[in-house]
């Protein structure tokens, strides 16, 4: 049987030395904690929010996120397509995901906020409505993802082939726009 945790508060606690328990977290927070390689399998987080941790190459398989924030976090490599889809919801705020992958999530509306994002995989992603403030996209991968009416006004370093991606409504400013038309290998001054 899983334990149930409600309302608890978490600081300064590396699950490399100590094992986080396995079970359902609803409505805790987590600031300045360590799930570096990690084992965070098979977890429920509800309504829960991390601040200043570390998930950086964390095993999420079968875990789930339930409108779960994530501030100023490091979440290098984290494989977040092998997190229980069932109800995800996550926003970003001024994280570090660059390697992480989202391959084929189902995840609309999703916030991510000042965050770096290099080399992230959102191939054959259902991205509908996301915002991307503020964020560096160098090298993210764009590859048959429905990306209709996300915003990317303020997002930089983007590289997005409209040919093989669902672009219907999506907005850009006319910097990063030369992104869209990379492809062709045009010249843009």
């Known amino acids: 049987m899983n334990d149930f945790f409600d309302n608890e508060e978490y600081s300064k606690i590396d699950f490399t030395k100590k094992k986080i328990k396995k079970g359902e977290y609803d409505n805790c927070t987590f600031s300045n904690c360590n799930f570096e390689n990690v084992h965070a399998s098979n977890i429920q987080f509800v309504e829960c929010e991390f601040i200043n941790c570390n998930f950086s190459n964390a095993i999420v398989t079968h875990t789930a996120f339930k409108d779960v924030d994530f501030i100023n976090c490091k979440m290098i490599g984290v494989k977040f397509n092998e997190c229980d889809a069932f109800l995800l919801q996550f926003t970003f705020k001024e ?95």
């Open 95 to 189: 994280c570090q995901l660059n390697f992480s992958s989202f391959y084929q999530l189902k995840i609309p509306k999703t916030i991510f906020n000042s965050c770096n994002l290099e080399e992230v995989d959102f191939t054959e992603s259902m991205l509908q409505n996301t915002v991307f403030e503020k964020c560096d996209l160098k090298n993210a991968i764009f590859d048959r993802t429905n990306l209709e009416k996300v915003d990317f006004t303020t997002a930089f370093n983007l590289d997005i082939n409209p040919q093989e991606n669902n672009l219907k409504g999506a907005k850009f400013n006319k910097q990063n726009v030369v992104g869209l038309v990379s492809i062709f290998k045009v010249i843009v001054e």
